[in-house]
C-alpha cells in the first residue's frame, strides 16, 4: 500500500475518475466497474463517501489547498480498491 508504485497508479486513476465525472457518487460507481469489474453496492457507495468527507476534512484541517483536496481524497480513496483482496485475486 506504501510503494511508490501503488501510490503513482493510484493518482492516476484518481485523475480519471475525476475528469470522467462530476458527481462522488457516480465516480465511485465508475471506480468499481473500473477496478473490480462490478458494481458498487449501497453500502459500498455509502463507505465511499463517508471515506472521501473525512479525508477532506482531514486534509482542509491540514490547511491543505483546496484544489489539492479533491486530487488527494481520490487517490487515497483509490487505493483503498486497488490494494483489496478482490483485486489482487481471481476467485
Known amino acids: 500500500m506504501n510503494d511508490p508504485f501503488v501510490h503513482e497508479q ?3 486513476f484518481a485523475r480519471r475518475l475525476l475528469s470522467a465525472r462530476s458527481d462522488d457518487g457516480e ?4 471506480a468499481y466497474r473500473m477496478a473490480l469489474g ?3 453496492d ?3 457507495l455509502g ?4 471515506f472521501l468527507a473525512g479525508y477532506r ?3 482542509a484541517a491540514d490547511d491543505v489547498a483546496a484544489e489539492r483536496q479533491a486530487e488527494l481524497s481520490w487517490a ?3 487505493r483503498t480498491l486497488l490494494i483489496r483482496n478482490e ?3 481471481v476467485e
Open 47 to 50: 463507505q465511499g463517501l463517508n
Open 57 to 59: 476534512r482531514r486534509l
Open 38 to 40: 462490478r458494481e458498487a
Open 42 to 44: 449501497d453500502e459500498e
Open 76 to 78: 487515497a480513496y483509490a
Open 27 to 30: 465516480r465511485i460507481k465508475l
Open 87 to 89: 483485486f489482487l485475486f
Open 10 to 12: 493510484s493518482a492516476g
